[in-house]
Antibody, heavy 117, light 109 residues
Framework: QVQLQESGPGLVKPSETLSLTCAVS?????????WSWVRQPPGTGLEWIGE???????TYNPSLKSRVTMSIDKSKNQFSLNLASVTAADTAVYYC??????????WGQGTLVTVSS | EAVLTQSPGTLSLSPGERATLSCRAS???????LAWYQQKAGQAPRLLIY???SRATGIPDRFSGSGSGTDFTLTITRLEPEDFAVYYC??????????FGQGTKLEIK
């Protein structure tokens, strides 16, 4: 079955850019599925950040759109998230996921990103 | 913005009992677009139900979903110890494209 693994710095300074990568294994990122990023601040609920498909088309959460960029690297079977101008409010566990039938059917284990100087 | 409101916030039950979790949408949702997830502490969410009532791969049949319009329900018959977790509903198609409810914590009584 498809496996996803997030990677990236666990600590980012305020005003800098958070950058994460999600490596996909046991499946192709060009399969036609959309691929999402979801985050979860400590002790709270889930927030969808955005999604990307193999063509590079994206859809972002309007609340984050001005700061979010997603990209896809088909040669490495991975996709990435950049979130600019971060603040403490961006501290969260960040998950990557595969979109199935209007839902996320496979998830990475998540990576905690802390925004602090 | 599409809003999902889950109730109750916390549900205290014993193993073997039946759990009924509610998810109410601020506007009508297609039955194709409503999903449920289970999340245990320190783990990623796991898809349980998609399209209101279809069980995801490997999900036991004690989990079932129902509903239409703005009111949706996740039912767990005969609770097992491993079922105690936080449950989220999720809708597709509003703004933002995917939104989640705030969660219901199912705890052991």
């Amino acid at each position: 079955q498809v496996q996803l693994q997030e990677s990236g710095p666990g600590l980012v300074k305020p005003s800098e850019t958070l950058s994460l990568t999600c490596a996909v294994s046991s499946g192709s990122i060009s399969s036609g599925h959309w691929w999402s990023w979801v985050r979860q601040p400590p002790g709270t609920g889930l927030e969808w950040i955005g999604e990307i498909v193999h063509s590079g088309s994206t859809t972002y959460n309007p609340s984050l759109k001005s700061r979010v960029t997603m990209s896809i690297d088909k040669s490495k079977n991975q996709f990435s998230l950049n979130l600019a101008s971060v603040t403490a409010a961006d501290t969260a566990v960040y998950y990557c996921a595969r979109n199935g039938y209007f839902s996320a059917d496979y998830w990475g284990q998540g990576t905690l990103v802390t925004v602090s100087s | 913005e599409a809003v999902l409101t889950q109730s109750p916030g916390t549900l205290s039950l014993s193993p073997g009992e039946r759990a009924t979790l509610s998810c109410r949408a601020s506007q009508s949702v297609s039955t194709n677009y409503l999903a449920w997830y289970q999340q245990k502490a320190g783990q990623a969410p796991r898809l349980l139900i998609y399209a209101t009532s279809s069980r995801a791969t490997g999900i036991p049949d004690r989990f079932s979903g129902s509903g239409s319009g703005t009111d949706f329900t996740l039912t767990i018959t005969r609770l097992e110890p491993e079922d105690f977790a936080v449950y989220y509903c999720q809708q597709y198609g509003g703004s933002p494209l995917y939104t989640f409810g705030q969660g219901t914590k199912l705890e052991i009584k």
